[in-house]
């Protein structure tokens, strides 16, 4: 069974800190999708990474997918009140099917 | 466009009753993915279905769920009957290819 461990769990600092939230796995994912959910909504896609050793970045956001496509990181930078939400790391091992990680909940305190 | 629709938004209903969730997926997307996200655990998945037919349906916890897809549009979800365990939120999500859209979710409580 794929498993994808988030860490932090959960994270609060302040606004215009830099935060990183990692995506670990023993399993080689073909594919890794990062999400952020807000309350009451569904999980919107940010990025989907696919080369070993890809870096994407989206604005102040930067995603890694790490050399062995076994895990992923995403860095923050200068964090602002609208980045808070859960953020979520997903993979596509064999299959069609996303395996998810339990999520990162990520608050930026103004 | 409209995006991934599910109704109902919440479902509470007694332990042994039956719950029926809709998904209306972005319309031309042929795939239509069942996800559910139990407290405290990760969203998981339940079943996926290419237009019509069910693709992968490994995720499906047991017989009590049925899943169908009328005509390649619109899905339901069918729980018969409600469990204790079975509460939680369930997304559908459809797509073209990879990129997911998921729709707003529908939280069922069983009590």
């Known amino acids: 069974t794929q498993l994808l461990e988030q860490s932090p769990q959960f994270l609060s600092i302040q606004e215009g800190e830099n935060l990183t939230v990692y995506c670990n796995s023993s399993s080689v994912f073909s594919s890794l999708q990062w999400y952020r959910q807000e309350p009451g909504e569904g999980p919107v896609l940010l990025v989907t990474?696919?080369?070993?050793?890809e870096v994407k970045k989206l604005k102040r956001l930067t995603f890694q997918f790490g050399d062995a496509r076994k895990d992923s990181s995403l860095h923050i930078t200068a964090a602002q009140p609208g980045d808070t939400g859960l953020y979520l790391c997903?993979?596509?091992?064999?299959?069609?099917?996303?395996?998810f990680g339990k999520g990162t909940k990520l608050t930026v305190n103004p | 466009e409209a995006g991934v629709t599910q109704f109902p938004s919440h479902s509470v209903i007694e332990k042994g009753q039956t719950v029926t969730l809709r998904c209306d997926p972005i319309s031309g997307h042929d795939n239509l993915y069942w996800y559910r996200r139990v407290m405290g655990k990760e969203i998981k998945f339940l079943l996926h279905f290419v237009k019509e037919s069910k693709q992968d349906e490994s995720g499906m916890p047991n017989n009590r769920f049925l899943a169908e897809r009328t005509g390649g549009t619109y899905s339901t979800l069918k729980v018969q009957p409600a469990e204790l365990e079975d509460s939680g939120v369930y997304f559908c999500a459809s797509s073209y290819y990879r990129e997911l859209f998921f729709g707003e979710g529908s939280r069922l409580t069983v009590l």
């Open positions: 997903a993979g596509y091992g064999g299959s069609e099917k996303l395996v």
């Open positions: 990474v696919v080369t070993g050793g």
